[in-house]
């Protein structure tokens, strides 16, 4: 257990490293929350974190990235039997031109 809180704080510092400044701040403020068992600083900084980020800020990227799928999904509709299509014909040409 003290390997894996040691990988995971470490992995933390990392990342906190090549955050900027605001976010690591509030970072720094939540992993310290964490070591010392300090749950109202933890929902403080969830707060915070809602209120910079707003909840239309959320949905938007949330359906943002389901038209990201959609596009991916009608694409791919069309892109793939083609694909396949040109396959076959090639193949059965080079067998009608073989006999």
Known sequence: ?????GAGLGAGTGALLSMDDEMRE????MVE????????KLVESKLQNAK??????????EIYGVIKLCVIGCALWF???????????????????QT
Do not use: C, Q
């Open 1 to 5: 257990m003290g390997a894996g809180l």
């Open 26 to 29: 509030d970072k720094v403020m």
């Open 33 to 40: 929350a964490l070591t010392s068992g300090d749950v109202n």
């Open 52 to 61: 910079e980020d707003g909840f239309f800020d959320g949905i938007l990227t």
């Open 79 to 97: 892109v793939v039997p083609m694909i396949y299509s040109h396959w076959r014909a090639r193949k059965t040409e080079k067998k009608w031109n």
